[in-house]
């Protein structure tokens, strides 16, 4: 039943009754009817901009709605209203959304916030294809930088689709009914009718900052080509990280400092002074239960796309040609080409590279120059020259979507850290009566008499 306070709503429709023309209010009735049906989808989501969905709370989504006395109806009319209730608490957000190429509106969402503000409304979220790190950091600069007390949240589709894929290929969903519906919700979204993507290009300033650095030019300092480009860097890395998510069917998520999580302003102006300096784009995805992150770098000096992970040498082995055939054991199946080992060592003492088929055919290169002295850790590495077509903007972003993906099966999900040995009981030590006050009060005295 509608609200009171809505002049004009309808409840979200699993088979809404819209024109075929009308792709945006077709996509957001179906999706906003699935997070109010499904349990599970619904708790997942809404976690994700921390409202808590207990087994008491009720769930409730409408459309195209309306506020009772808003003059401005003709302008301002939010895709949606969720609220969420538990026993007398009404938690509600509106709802915008944007399907295909259409971005998201700055003043658009302004105006929400206002409506919102002025109906008693929690917060906005907002829906499209662009993405962000997490729901709280906005897409949108001019959100981010706004004075209003309303929050605005972003959800992309992809992070929707994700959560939906993630819950169906966990079996968290316990209702079979409900399981068979967000089947279908899958497949409704994966299907390009529903303008629903990935990010899939890079913005036209990628190729324009590309031919600055090949003409060895610094990057100036205040580069808006950069700047854009780093934007549209961010929207990738979180893009790749739902791939992997669905791959691995584990939640994938890119490792950022806090401060950077905290205060997405400070985390870009960081990362352009390190892609002044070092000409190169960085991220780092976290993989449950892997061996360690995977580190991930566009070079745009040499057009080169790298991955990696380190693995520490293991302290029970006594030589590094020994620590080396530990980690080459575990690479025996790996046919990927361009693939490097990096050898850390003790101090100052400089890194050593050498090809992955270099230390299959006589691992004690490893020693050379380096001789009395042990490897401390390895970083095994996949590094691509991709040429002409790293300035690409949709190749690029097709070879990352392939060259990282590659990485982690071939080599990543594979490696396995080195861990310390349980601690086992002495022979000398073997019978409870051997550690017992008196058998140690004589060892001591053994061991003084021999002193």
């Known amino acids: 039943m509608k609200p009171d306070y809505l002049s004009q709503g309808e409840a979200a429709r699993l088979f809404p009754v819209l024109a075929t023309t009308s792709k945006e209010g077709r996509t957001t009735a179906i999706v906003l009817s699935c997070l109010a049906s499904i349990q599970e989808f619904g708790q997942s989501l809404l976690r994700s901009v921390n409202v808590r969905v207990g087994k008491t709370t009720s769930v409730d989504a409408f459309t195209e709605i309306v506020f009772s006395g808003d003059k401005s109806a003709t302008k301002d009319r939010p895709d949606g209203l969720l609220i969420a209730t538990t026993g007398k608490r009404e938690w509600r957000a509106l709802v915008e959304t944007k399907v295909g190429s259409n971005l998201l ?69 316990a209702d079979d009914d409900q399981l068979l519906l967000l089947n279908e919700l899958k497949r409704f979204l994966t299907h390009e009718s529903t303008g629903i993507k990935g990010f899939d290009r890079m913005p036209a300033e990628w190729t324009d900052l590309n031919k ?78 892997a061996a360690s992150p995977v580190e991930i770098y566009a070079n745009l000096m040499t057009r080169t796309i790298s991955v990696e992970m380190f693995l520490r040498a293991p302290d029970d082995k006594k030589t590094t040609k020994a620590r080396v055939n530990w980690l080459l054991r575990q690479l025996k199946g790996v046919s990927t080409s361009d693939m490097h080992i990096r050898l850390m060592w003790p101090g100052s003492s400089e890194a050593t590279l050498y090809p992955l088929e270099a230390l299959r055919e006589d691992a004690a290169i490893s020693e050379e120059g380096k001789e009395g002295m042990q490897v ?12 002409v077509k790293f300035t690409q903007q949709t190749n690029f972003i097709a070879l990352l979507e392939e060259i990282v993906p590659e990485f982690y099966r071939e080599v990543g999900q594979n490696l396995v850290a080195w861990r310390k040995a349980a601690p086992k009981i002495k022979s000398n030590r073997d019978d409870a009566r051997d550690v017992s006050v008196d058998a140690l009060e004589d060892e001591a005295e053994h061991m003084a008499l021999d002193g």
């Open 105 to 173: 509106d700055d003043d658009q969402v302004e105006r929400y916030r206002a409506l919102a503000k002025a109906h008693g409304v929690d917060c906005v979220i907002t829906i499209s294809n662009q993405f962000t790190s997490r729901p709280e950091n906005h897409p949108l600069i001019s959100v981010r930088k706004s004075r209003s007390k309303i929050p605005v949240y972003h959800w992309s589709w992809m992070f929707i689709l994700t959560t939906a894929d993630l819950l169906i290929s966990n079996d968290e969903v």
């Open 212 to 289: 600055l650095v090949s003409a060895s030019e610094g990057i100036p300092a205040k580069s808006e080509a950069a700047q854009v480009v780093l934007e549209a860097w961010h929207q990738e890395t979180r893009d790749l990280s739902l791939i992997l998510s669905r791959q691995t069917e584990t939640l994938v998520r890119e490792k950022l400092p806090r401060k950077h999580l905290e205060d997405p302003s400070l985390r870009l102006k960081e990362e352009f002074a390190n892609l002044r300096d070092t000409k190169r784009l960085s991220a780092t995805l976290v993989i449950p239960d």
């Open 376 to 387: 401390l850790g390895f970083h095994v590495l996949l590094s691509r020259r991709v040429g």
